[in-house]
């Protein structure tokens, strides 16, 4: 029954067909060009290029790592002129560790197979010509000494094993000792203000023994610094000049002209590793992210355990209880509103309603002798783990409420009276057949809040998310897990990195590492939940809804 | 069944065994008019039904059987703005009695539906349902109600070695012999039947309807169809409705030899509907 007018209409639907695969193309290309994008950056980050000892016009020498190049800013757009970034390192003596050279000056570059980087534990990086390895026993190696590398390697390893041992002491255990005697201290102050003199006597036995230990710290500290010579690295720079570099500054060291793709590999891999367990260096522009992380992970998750029985009972009630009416059709619009709000609205109204009335309540109530015997320091009534969670929660709730009301919708009307007809109550009803049949979709309002909750940056400023955080919020002292403690968020750093950062040029690759990181852990989250609601979709295949 | 009977399941049992023996009236509706809102769907239904015996609805799509069949355990409470007049009894009792909550009376009254609708659980889980939401935990009375009534539903044998699979692996036929498992696995006195075989092939609807016969000695079997072979072959009596009012009911045999309204003459030999 085809007629001539129908057939001539078929091409003009055609074309709507390309149409709507061009949206489909320009949405799928920035996706892609958005990940490639931030892969390469933060990937290259990790590798390490080949360095070049660059001869320049005016007669300098430069060694150090091509960083960037870009076109020079005035020059023609027809025969555009370019000029390179170079990383340099040895802050302390440059004063900068990116030097900007005209391309056109640079006379010659030669890749020696003897420079040497290094990655140090202050002042950046710095790429070397070795000349002398002074041993901790006293032997001093030449460079021309076979067993150089060797030997080098070995006591960069066993410096770093001490420095290791001395972070372990410094800042973890002592900083117990000084959080226990920091308690300490606060109830010996209220005892002496109660006169409680059996507890005075006890606190003060107390801090004395934490007095005793924190001494017996910082001895064992300083024998670890002293105990054995010090191995140090005398080398020649770029002009020539003589440094000496202790080899407890070095983190690491790798000789970028003479490694192989094995050894390179290698490099990057325990590159990768630092950068994801270990704890910031030289104001976050250097070693790893494990706290931010680890805080990411751990927030994320609280919300998410938050969110999850509170929208779905908001919408059990809404779907199941509620007269159906106008004053219900205005709440729901409320409710969805309420996904649109800005999330910085959401940062304001946590730091106003949960940190200063909710925290501050808290305070007054559970921690009115902290408050009064330590100079006022809040204890929920600033912004931490809790409260961060919290507000997230409330940001992502709509999200929660509509997938579960729209999953208990779904549900099919003949399950429901099924169940009713058997002789079960309303409530059991929703619990034994409603929610477990809508369990997959409310799982998926569940991936789409914590998509939105881990990437979300604005409204944790004001709550609670910090720079560098002075202790992960949970650790071995009781109750291990501690929610008024600040933290620290992939998203956060990003945003310090970039914009925030004293050395803008050394921040730069790190941004990009970061944002790759935070995006796998938010693919890392996601591919978690929807392996769970998979599973528990598996349950209803078959299903004839 | 005395012979499997224990004595926390006996307890469900509400129907004293002397009135058994009496063909007695058991659901008596009266005078009975329904709306969904505005809309008179049932009106001035006065008929009885006696207990064991199988009475069949009947009549054209929309002369309200569904609604009347559906009032007879209020799953109806569930529609908005429902009104009625009249009064339905079941064993003398008013299903309207203030002090009868429904969940008790849906728990005397089983249900089965024209769509058969499992739960997304094991096969085991299904069955035991009723008897879970009653607060049953012992799991030798599980087990055993679940056997006795996968073997009245006719389902025992293709099952039971897969009773914790999932129920929504089933052909549409056992699925829908399962819902009648579901529906009498806590030994209700009622079962209502909504066009139970209208979404089944010939062997399923010929299974299911060899089974209403054998529920039949122990249950009161109320059951809508279209279908008037149906009707004839399994029911004892049978009620014609026609635009919400009933038409005539009557012994099944006396409605299809020798009717005594038109309309319902005109209906069972094809001439509407
Ligand atoms: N939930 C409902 N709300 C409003 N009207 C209904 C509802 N269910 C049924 N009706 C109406 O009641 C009348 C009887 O329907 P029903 O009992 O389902 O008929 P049958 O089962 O005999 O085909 C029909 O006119 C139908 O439109
Ligand atoms: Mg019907």
Redesign the interface.
């Known amino acids: 029954m085809s007629s001539p007018s129908s057939d001539s209409s078929t091409p003009r639907g055609e074309a709507w067909v390309w149409f709507t695969g061009l949206g489909l193309i320009v949405g799928l290309g920035m996706v892609i060009g958005l990940l490639s994008l931030v892969i390469l950056n933060g990937v290259s980050v990790f590798w390490a290029p080949h360095v070049p000892v660059a001869q320049i016009d005016d007669g300098r020498t430069v060694i150090g790592q091509l960083a960037q190049r870009r076109i020079r800013p005035g020059s023609l757009a027809n025969a555009p002129q370019y000029e390179r970034q170079y990383q340099v390192g040895l802050r302390e003596l440059n004063g900068n560790s990116y030097l900007w050279v005209d391309e056109a000056k640079v006379k010659a570059e030669t890749f020696p197979a003897d420079i040497l980087g290094l990655e140090r534990v202050e002042n950046g990086p710095a790429f070397v010509r070795p000349q002398s390895l002074r041993k901790s026993d006293g032997q001093v190696l030449a460079i021309t000494d076979s067993a150089f590398e060797a030997a080098f390697q070995a006591e960069v390893a066993a410096a770093s094993a001490v420095r290791e041992k001395l972070v372990e002491i410094t800042r973890h255990q002592i900083g117990d000792v000084n959080a226990e005697m920091e308690a300490a201290r606060v109830a010996l102050r209220r005892a002496e203000d109660l006169r409680l003199t059996q507890e005075i006597a006890a606190l003060r036995l107390k801090i004395t023994a934490l007095e005793g230990r924190y001494a017996a710290l910082l001895a064992e500290s300083e024998k670890v610094v002293k105990g054995g010579a010090v191995a140090s690295l005398t080398s020649r720079d770029s002009a020539g000049r003589d440094v000496v570099i202790p080899l407890t500054q070095v983190v690491r060291g790798w000789f970028p002209n003479r490694l192989d793709t094995w050894g390179r590999c290698q490099l990057f891999c325990s590159r990768v590793a630092e950068f994801i367990f270990d704890e910031p260096r030289e104001a976050n522009t250097e070693g790893g992210l494990m706290p931010a992380i680890f805080g990411t992970l751990v927030m994320t998750v609280f919300m998410s355990l938050m969110v999850t029985p509170f929208g779905v009972i908001t919408a059990i009630y809404l779907r199941e209880y509620a007269q159906q009416g106008a004053i219900l059709r205005i709440v729901r619009i409320s409710v969805n509103n309420l996904a649109g709000v800005p999330s910085i609205v959401f940062g304001v109204f946590g730091l106003g309603f949960f940190v200063y009335v909710l925290g501050g309540s808290i305070d007054q109530l559970f921690f009115g002798d902290q408050l009064k015997y330590n100079n006022n320091t809040p204890v929920f009534g600033t912004g931490g783990l809790l409260w961060c969670s919290l507000t997230l929660a409330l940001m992502t709730l709509p999200v929660v409420i509509v997938a579960t009301e729209e999953a208990l919708a779904a549900v099919p009307r003949g399950m429901r009276e099924a169940s009713l007809a058997a002789g079960a109550s309303k409530w059991q009803t929703i619990r034994d057949i409603l929610l477990p049949a809508s369990a997959p979709g409310i799982l998926t309002g569940v991936i789409l809040a914590m998509a939105r909750g881990a990437g979300e940056v604005a409204p944790l400023m004001l709550v609670g998310v910090v720079k560098l955080a002075p202790t992960l919020p949970f650790d071995t002292v009781a109750p291990f897990l501690h929610m008024d403690r600040k933290f620290m968020h992939l998203g956060f750093h990003v945003y310090d990195l970039g914009f925030q950062s004293p050395d803008s040029d050394a921040a730069r690759p790190m941004v990009f590492a970061t944002t790759l990181l935070l995006i796998a852990l938010v693919v890392a989250l996601n591919i978690g939940a929807i392996w769970i609601r998979n599973r528990l979709r598996a349950r209803f295949k078959g299903a004839s809804f | 069944m005395p012979a499997t009977m224990n004595p926390a399941t006996s307890r469900i049992q509400v129907r004293p065994s002397a009135e058994r023996e009496g063909r007695k009236d058991y659901i008596s509706i009266r005078d009975y008019g329904f709306w969904y809102g505005q809309k008179k769907a049932l009106d001035a239904i006065s008929l009885d039904i006696p207990e064991r015996q199988v009475v069949a609805f009947i009549g054209p799509s929309g002369c309200g059987k569904s609604t009347l069949l559906r009032n007879l355990?209020r799953?109806n409470d569930?529609v908005?703005g429902i009104s009625h007049e009249g009064d339905i009894t079941i064993n003398g009792r008013s299903i309207y009695d203030p002090g009868l909550e429904v969940?008790?009376l849906?728990?005397r009254v089983?249900?089965v539906?024209q769509?058969s609708?499992?739960?997304?659980?094991s096969i085991y889980e299904n069955v035991v349902?009723?008897l879970?939401?009653?607060g049953v935990r012992d799991r030798s009375i599980l087990d055993e109600a679940c056997e006795t009534s996968l073997r009245k539903a006719a389902l025992w044998d293709e099952v039971k070695d897969r009773l914790q699979d999932?129920a929504?692996?089933l052909s549409g036929g056992q699925m829908q012999r399962l819902?009648i498992a579901?529906?009498i696995a806590?030994r209700p006195e009622i079962l209502l039947m909504d066009e139970p075989c209208s979404a089944l092939d010939p062997i399923a609807t010929g299974k299911i309807e060899e089974l209403i016969h054998e529920l039949k000695e122990q249950f009161t079997i109320v059951i809508v169809t279209h279908s008037m072979q149906q009707a004839a072959r399994v029911s004892d009596r049978t009620a014609f409705f026609y635009l919400g009012k009933q038409i005539e009911y009557d012994t099944t045999e006396k409605i299809f030899m020798n009717p005594s309204q038109a309309q319902t003459e005109a209906y069972i030999s094809g001439r509407f509907g």
Not at chain 2, 117 to 121: A, D, S
Request: aromatic letters at 10%; hydrophobic letters at 40%; proline letters at 7%.
């Open positions: 355990n799953m569930l908005d969940i008790s849906r728990r089983g249900m539906f769509k609708n499992p739960f997304p659980k349902f009723a879970r939401v009653m999932s929504l692996g819902c579901r529906a806590n």
